[in-house]
């Protein structure tokens, strides 16, 4: 942990890990297995963050590619067709897009991690950070959607639009950590996730977000399709 950060930053960002998780639970109702592999990633990231394996004296810690690279390459396993179709079958529309109402206390931890010179502000809402903008419409939008206010065109637009914005992030942050591939904020650099529990931001939250959307694109696009087979055939 960062000792010139408050118990209460970190216990925020802990919970804010932890609704994530429990909102995938409740989104994907029969993925048990990879729940329970999210809770026990994090646990081990958690554990080698504390160790101080990500965090190195020098301008470069590339040993934080080891908490940043296997979880997105579970994205991409994810959304293979046998493991996809398991999750879209059992899919709740209306809760995973609640899950992204969690961006909100996230932007708002960043730019708390900002003041304290912990990220660079471009990756704040006050730099080039939008994606307070989908935290702040999630709950407003999944409200909608559970009320057949809004159409599944929408919501479809809504999800693309919005994993544009942490896509724009996840960039933004992945260019401005002490990394070999560093390009951008080297005054300030992002080294908040070189620690506890910041590194799951990263590891955990990122991408189970991007995730989300991308299920949540295939399965709002597939049901589309669906009522246009049924207008054409009436």
């Known amino acids: 942990m960062i000792k010139s950060l408050p118990y209460s930053i970190n216990i925020f960002f802990l919970v804010i890990a932890i609704f994530t998780i429990i909102f ?11 729940t329970l592999l999210l ?12 160790t101080g394996l990500y965090h190195k004296k020098e301008s470069i810690s590339p040993n934080l590619l080891y908490a940043v690279i296997p979880p997105f390459i579970l994205v991409f396993i994810g959304i ?43 990756m704040t809402f006050q730099g ?19 009320k057949n206010k809004l159409s599944n065109i929408t919501l479809l637009t809504w999800n693309i639009f ?3 914005l942490v896509l724009f992030v996840l960039v933004n942050g992945i260019l401005s950590a002490r990394l070999p591939i560093q390009l951008l904020a080297f005054n300030q650099p992002a080294i908040a996730f070189e ?15 991007v995730y989300t959307h991308i299920i949540d694109i295939i399965e709002l696009s597939r049901l589309i399709k669906k009522q246009n087979r049924k207008i054409q055939v009436s």
Do not use: M
């Open 24 to 34: 995938f639970w409740l989104s994907n109702k029969e993925a048990k297995k990879i």
């Open 80 to 122: 293979n067709i046998r493991v996809k179709d398991s999750v879209v079958k059992h899919r709740n529309l209306c809760t995973s897009t609640l899950l992204h109402s969690l961006r909100l206390p996230l932007e708002l931890t960043l730019f708390y991690l900002f003041q304290h010179q912990l990220v660079p502000e471009l």
């Open 195 to 209: 620690y506890a529990p910041f590194v799951l931001l990263p590891a955990l939250i990122i991408p189970v977000v």
């Open 162 to 164: 919005s994993l544009g």
């Open 39 to 50: 809770i026990a990633w994090s646990l081990l990231q958690l554990g080698l963050a504390y």
């Open 128 to 146: 080039r950070n939008f994606d307070i903008l989908a935290g702040i419409s999630a709950p407003l939008v999944s409200w909608l959607y559970s």
